[in-house]
T-cell receptor
């Protein structure tokens, strides 16, 4: 089945710096890759996603890039702010599951220091 | 904008008791997903429903069952609770034919 690996597990940056989180997936048929932000005590919040027919997508300070050949995708956060501190999860759909179940990476705990 | 509603938000049960978690999807969302998240872990898919029919099944114990009702809300029934069932349980919903899943705030289940 689909396997999603996420690195790093923790990331500490200074306010204003950039942060990059990387994920790899195993199923070449996967075609949808969301990123979720989870704050303490809250549910995962969909912050950006990308489909396999594009290589990059931006939304203000966040962007996602996709390399289908290498089967990896990355989240880029620029001009980080303390409120960006959270756990970030990448995900990919499980093979054969259509657009149903998502397989999540293990998560990256991002700390942005003022 | 309306979000996914889950109830209760917190639940404390003893071993071998039963629990029922409820999920109300975003209006006009017809697909509901249940995930379990242990401490410090990523969400694990349990089960999903599309148009009131089970559409996919993950690592859901036989002690658990779920259904989706005519108004699209869903309930997760958990019996013979074990200490290891203590976790956050999230419901997510999506619109017909789209990938994006939106998560609720979760129910924190504690089994003592």
């Amino acid at each position: 089945g689909e396997n999603v690996e996420q690195h790093p597990s923790t990331l500490s940056v200074q306010e204003g710096d950039s942060a990059v989180i990387k994920c790899t997936y195993s199923d070449s048929a996967s075609n949808y890759f969301p990123w979720y932000k989870q704050e303490l005590g809250k549910g995962p919040q969909l912050i950006i996603d990308i489909r396999s027919n594009v290589g990059e997508k931006k939304d203000q300070r966040i962007a996602v890039t996709l390399n289908k050949t290498a089967k990896h995708f990355s989240l880029h956060i620029t001009e980080t702010q303390p409120e960006d501190s959270a756990v970030y999860f990448c995900a990919a759909p499980a093979p054969g599951g259509g657009y149903n179940k998502l397989i999540f990476g293990a998560g990256t705990r991002l700390a942005v220091h003022p | 904008a309306a979000g996914v509603i889950q109830s209760p938000r917190h639940l404390i049960k003893e071993k071998r008791e039963t629990a029922t978690l409820k999920c109300y999807p975003i209006p006009r969302h017809d697909t509901v997903y249940w995930y379990q998240q242990g401490p410090g872990q990523d969400p694990q898919f349990l089960i999903s429903f599309y148009e009131k029919m089970q559409s996919d099944k993950g690592s859901i114990p036989d002690r658990f069952s779920a259904q989706q009702f005519s108004d699209y809300h869903s309930e997760l029934n958990m019996s013979s609770l074990e200490l290891g069932d203590s976790a956050l349980y999230f419901c997510a919903s999506s619109r017909p034919g789209v990938y994006e899943q939106y998560f609720g705030p979760g129910t924190r289940l504690t089994v003592t």
